[in-house]
């Protein structure tokens, strides 16, 4: 294989510590390979300019090279903010009431595409083979493709991919979906991701299935797969042995010695399904009361988007309801939930997913979740949490042996998190043991190794024109 090339919104230093698994995972190939990642600097500029005279930045990082460019104001409001996260994001995550369909919103993302494909193209080599990620760049090959590259390209969404009815609510879906046939491969996180794709495909667009995994039209074929994402699951065990994660597991376990502590770890985003959690923990402590006093939720929800609408909505509405649970179960030497809106330091998060009894992953939708991965493999295999996980997340598919439950039913939830607190020593670590294999076996590295065989070994655009 040549040089891979990555392209995503935003990038992070390979080296450096805080990466996280992706970040390292895609720098393993990349300095293999002398590699070359792309994309948005995270720098607004003030200049009023339209988004094309973005300057391009470029440094090294041991063999990779790592190239950006700026956004002016508008560009980033109507293609990071709009179109990207308020319009693919929510409907993409089934939320057409929080999608705004402005149409300046869809001109500022086809513009930054263009200056991507545009900044990239005199970066490329002809053998190099183009890895893009995410629902911020889905037309990124078709501009490639329109300025003449010829490279193997792969798209991987790390979102779910919703139902063909629900993406023909977006007004120009035949424009984006079309724009997938310029990848050679599509990459998505579940079957049931790439059953809504295939089904869309064939329905919407009027393509032709080559096998169970090759659609053709407009002249074009793609080949659509599911690799569902894994955790570096090496990295977050050291990351466990460290002594700040111990400090953290030992300093939170002396502190809720005498209470059962359930967790939940995630951005403030309405797919994670906070409030409904917020919720079934309330009909916790109503329907079995000998939690009061005992049970302790504690959420670590890290600000994310705070400039979108419905994200400052989604605050207000989680501060009300933590805050009515604990007027109204609360007591002088007990809070009912402990709600942090802050981003906690990494290597604290193994030890806060091992002194909890249980883990609550409850979203209503989400293209993978990998809290669901690293709270199992944080766990102590002698004397493990139990992992409530809802069917609605796309680890649902690989994570048979969590307690899986439905985020919308607070009653049902509400029982599986007391199964959770009373289930057996045996149960618990037959459960572990099965989920700690699954998460293993497909790790970051299966996943990235397994896309970039398939892509290498996919037909290109180029032998087949
Ligand atoms: C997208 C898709 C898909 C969270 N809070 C803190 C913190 N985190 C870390 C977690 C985990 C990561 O952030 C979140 O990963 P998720 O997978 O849950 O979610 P998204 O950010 O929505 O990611 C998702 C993923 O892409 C990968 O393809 O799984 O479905 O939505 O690693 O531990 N980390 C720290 N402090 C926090 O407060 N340090």
């Given at each position: 294989m040549g040089r891979l090339v990555v392209v995503s919104n935003r990038l992070a230093d390979p080296r450096k510590p805080a990466a996280g698994g992706l970040a390292v995972a895609l720098g393993e190939s990349l300095q293999k390979s002398g590699g070359l990642w792309f994309g948005w600097s995270g720098n607004i500029s003030e200049d009023g300019a339209s988004g094309n005279d973005s300057n391009l930045h470029m440094r090294n990082s041991g063999k990779v090279t790592l190239a950006t460019v700026d956004l002016n104001r508008s560009a980033y409001e109507s293609y990071y903010e709009g179109y990207s996260n308020s319009v693919l994001w929510p409907v993409f995550h089934y939320r057409l009431d929080l999608a705004n369909f402005n149409t300046s919103h869809l001109a500022g993302y086809r513009r930054v595409n263009q200056l991507f494909a545009r900044k990239l193209k005199p970066l490329l080599r002809d053998d190099d083979t183009i890895w893009v990620h995410d629902y911020h760049l889905i037309p990124l090959a078709a501009e490639l493709r329109a300025l003449g590259c010829r490279q193997r390209i792969g798209f991987f969404l790390h979102i779910p991919l919703p139902p063909a009815l629900i993406l023909a609510a977006i007004p120009q879906h035949e424009w984006l979906m079309r724009s997938l046939f310029a990848y050679d491969l599509v990459g998505l996180q579940s079957e049931a991701d790439v059953a809504h794709c295939m089904h869309y495909m064939t329905t919407e667009a009027q393509a032709t299935l080559q096998d169970d995994q090759r659609l053709?039209?407009?002249?074009?074929?793609?080949?659509?797969?599911?690799?569902?994402?894994?955790?570096?699951?090496?990295?977050?065990?050291?990351?466990?042995?460290?002594?700040?994660?111990?400090?953290?597991?030992?300093?939170?376990?002396?502190?809720?010695?005498?209470?059962?502590?359930?967790?939940?770890?995630?951005?403030?985003?309405?797919?994670?399904?906070?409030?409904?959690?917020?919720?079934?923990?309330?009909?916790?402590?109503?329907?079995?009361?000998?939690?009061?006093?005992?049970?302790?939720?504690?959420?670590?929800a890290s600000p994310s988007r705070d400039a979108v609408n419905a994200y400052v909505d989604l605050r207000q509405e989680l501060e009300g309801l933590c805050g009515a649970i604990n007027g109204d179960f609360g007591d002088l030497d007990w809070i009912p939930v402990r709600y942090i809106h802050r981003t906690v330091a990494r290597k604290r998060v193994p030890g806060l997913c091992r002194a909890s009894r249980v883990g609550l992953v409850?979203?209503?939708?989400?293209?993978?979740?990998?809290?669901?991965?690293?709270?199992?493999?944080?766990?102590?295999?002698?004397?493990?949490?139990?992992?409530?996980?809802?069917?609605?997340?796309?680890?649902?598919?690989?994570?048979?042996?969590?307690?899986?439950?439905?985020?919308?039913?607070?009653?049902?939830?509400?029982?599986?998190?007391?199964?959770?607190?009373?289930?057996?020593?045996?149960?618990?670590?037959?459960?572990h043991s099965a989920l700690l294999e699954n998460i293993q076996r497909y790790d970051i590295h299966w996943w990235r190794e397994a896309f970039l065989a398939t892509l290498q070994s996919s037909a290109t655009k180029a032998s087949a024109a």
């Open positions: 053709s039209a407009f002249g074009a074929t793609v080949q659509v797969k599911a690799f569902p994402i894994g955790i570096d699951v090496q990295e977050f065990q050291r990351l466990g042995r460290s002594q700040d994660a111990v400090d953290t597991f030992e300093s939170v376990r002396n502190e809720y010695s005498r209470r059962q502590l359930l967790l939940g770890i995630d951005r403030l985003d309405y797919s994670k399904g906070i409030p409904q959690r917020v919720r079934a923990f309330r009909e916790l402590l109503e329907r079995y009361p000998d939690n009061v006093h005992s049970a302790t939720l504690l959420m670590i409850t979203p209503l939708r989400d293209g993978m979740n990998l809290v669901a991965k690293e709270y199992v493999v944080a766990q102590d295999p002698e004397d493990p949490g139990v992992l409530v996980l809802s069917r609605f997340a796309g680890a649902a598919e690989q994570l048979r042996d969590a307690l899986l439950v439905n985020p919308y039913d607070a009653q049902g939830m509400a029982e599986s998190i007391q199964t959770a607190l009373h289930m057996p020593l045996a149960e618990r670590q037959r459960r």
